[in-house]
C-alpha cells in the first residue's frame, strides 16, 4: 500500500523549533520530488518547500526562506523539514507529498502524485 505518513508537529512557543518528518511506505522515494504543504484555518492550501528527486535542490516559499529546511535521506525513505524561528502564522496542518519526476517542477499542487494526512502545527504562547 502506497502511503506518506507525517509526524513530528506539535504545540510549540513563538521562536521555536520543529522538525516534521515525511515517511514513505509501498514505494521508495529516490524518485520522486517531495513537497511541504500546509493548511492554516480558512486558508487555502499553500505550497512551503520541495526537493528535486536527482540533485538535492531546494525551494522555499519567501514566508519560510531563511527558517525553513527541507532535506531528504533516501536511505531512510523519509523527507524532513526542520522549521526555526516559528511564528504564530506558521500555525496550520503541513502536509507532505511525491511528485514521480526528474528534478523538481515547483509546488504546484496537480503535479503531486501522493498526499499524506497531515500533522498539527500550532505555534502559540
Known amino acids: 500500500q502506497v502511503q506518506l505518513v507525517e509526524s513530528g508537529g506539535g504545540l510549540v512557543q513563538p521562536g521555536g523549533s520543529l522538525r516534521l518528518s515525511c515517511a514513505a511506505s509501498?514505494?521508495?522515494?529516490?524518485?520522486?520530488?517531495i513537497g511541504w504543504f500546509r493548511q492554516a484555518p480558512g486558508k487555502e492550501r499553500e505550497g512551503v518547500s520541495c526537493?528535486?528527486?536527482?540533485?538535492?535542490?531546494?525551494y522555499y516559499a519567501d514566508s519560510v526562506k531563511g527558517r525553513f529546511t527541507i532535506s531528504r535521506d533516501n536511505a531512510k525513505n523519509t523527507v524532513y523539514l526542520q522549521m526555526n524561528s516559528l511564528k504564530p502564522e506558521d500555525t496550520a496542518v503541513y502536509y507532505c507529498?511525491?511528485?514521480?519526476?526528474?528534478?523538481?517542477?515547483?509546488?504546484?499542487?496537480?503535479?503531486?502524485?501522493?498526499w499524506g494526512q497531515g500533522t498539527q502545527v500550532t505555534v502559540s504562547s
Open positions: 507529498a511525491a511528485d514521480l519526476t526528474f528534478g523538481v517542477r515547483g509546488l504546484g499542487f496537480h503535479l503531486y502524485d501522493y
Open positions: 509501498g514505494f521508495t522515494l529516490d524518485y520522486y520530488a
Open positions: 526537493i528535486s528527486s536527482s540533485d538535492g535542490s531546494t
